[in-house]
Each structure stands twice: as structure tokens, then as C-alpha cells.
């Protein structure tokens, strides 16, 4: 039977974009289920008491950060690229209707994908049905679905859930009471995950 790994994303984050490159595979190899859990960053940072300013608005940390993420990027084999804007609030939610349909996998991919390697822009209405579109999803569902209470409820929820389990960031991969935090992580949940194959 399969285990479980959470892995706590919010789409607008770089090093969460690098991360899902490896993870799915790499759980798919000891036998472990990924379950995704949108958070959004900021929102999270504060209920964990980090009130810090964001990462764009220190200059010296943010050309380090951009650089780092060139090299990952470089890595991996894979383009690198700010998307458009940072408003992910509904592209975040529309993780938990990809969910209910079976397609959170594909349209995870599919989003980080567009975001960080082609720069789109996360709250463009044909960006949304295009992602819909790809991950084999209904657009028109969808864009009913993140305008609508039921997601703003759904996603509240999956906050605040995060925060009660300790979710301070993204990405942060989780299993049993094992917490990694970070894409130069991936070692030490590999290692774990092979100590505790399914």
C-alpha cells in the first residue's frame, strides 16, 4: 500500500517550481502518494510570526535569490523565467478542484510550468482556462469554481490547517513527523524515504 507525503506549495513560489520537478518521481520510487496542499506564502508567514519584509524588498537578498534560482534552474536542464504577475490566488485554488477531479498532479505540473518556465501571468482568465485545458480539466468549471465562496472556504481551510500543522513556507514536504523545507532538501527526503519505503 502506498504512503503519504504532503507537500505544501503556493504556485508563486520559484524554489517550489524547482521542487516539483524531482519530488513526484522521486516519491513514485519508495512508494509514496503526494497529496498537495496550497498555501499562500505571505498569509502563511505571518500566522507563523514572521513578519519580516518579503524577499522583493531586499534588493541584496533578492539578486543572490535570483541568481540561485538561475543555477537550480541551470541544474536541472530546465528554462527559468518571473512569470507576469504574483496574484496566485486562484490559480492556488484551483489545486483543490484539480483534486476533487483526480488531475491535481497534472495541473500542479502543468501551472508550475507556465508560471516559471514560460513567465505567464497566474491571474490572466485565458492562462487559467489554457491550465484547465492541459491538465484535462473543464475551463469554464473552473474559473467558476476559483471565483466562487466554495473555494475562497476550501482554501481558508487549507490554510489554516498548514498552520496548525506547522507550515511556515514553500515548499515543505512532510511525512510522519519529518519536515523538509526547501528544494536543496530533496537529499535528505530521499534518504528518508528510502529508510521508510512503502
Not at 505544501?8 to 497529496?35: H, M, V, W
Not at 497566474?122 to 475551463?139: E, F, I
Request: hydrophobic share 40%; net charge neutral; proline share 5%.
Amino acid at each position: 500500500m502506498a504512503r503519504n507525503l504532503d507537500f505544501y506549495i503556493d504556485l508563486i513560489s520559484p524554489f517550489s517550481y524547482l521542487c516539483n520537478l524531482k519530488l513526484p518521481e522521486l516519491a513514485e520510487r519508495y512508494g509514496y502518494g503526494i497529496t498537495y496542499h496550497p498555501i499562500d506564502i505571505p498569509t502563511a508567514k505571518l500566522a507563523a510570526g514572521n513578519y519580516g519584509p518579503s524577499n522583493m524588498k531586499v534588493p541584496a537578498k533578492i539578486k543572490a535569490l535570483g541568481q540561485d534560482l538561475q543555477r537550480w534552474a541551470d541544474h536541472y536542464g530546465v528554462p527559468f523565467k518571473f512569470p507576469k504577475g504574483f496574484n496566485g490566488w486562484r490559480m492556488n485554488s484551483g489545486i483543490l478542484y484539480a483534486q476533487q477531479h483526480g488531475r491535481a498532479r497534472a495541473y500542479v505540473d502543468r501551472a508550475y510550468w507556465l508560471l516559471w518556465a514560460e513567465g505567464a501571468d497566474p491571474n490572466d482568465d485565458a492562462v487559467l482556462r489554457g491550465l484547465a485545458k492541459d491538465a484535462g480539466l473543464d475551463g469554464d468549471a473552473l474559473l467558476a469554481y476559483v471565483a466562487s465562496r466554495d473555494a475562497d472556504k476550501a482554501f481558508q481551510q487549507c490554510r489554516v490547517a498548514a498552520h496548525a500543522r506547522g507550515v511556515y513556507g514553500a515548499p515543505i514536504m512532510m511525512v510522519d513527523e519529518q519536515i523538509w523545507w526547501g528544494n536543496d532538501r530533496l537529499m535528505f527526503v530521499e534518504d528518508y524515504l528510502k529508510k521508510h519505503a512503502a
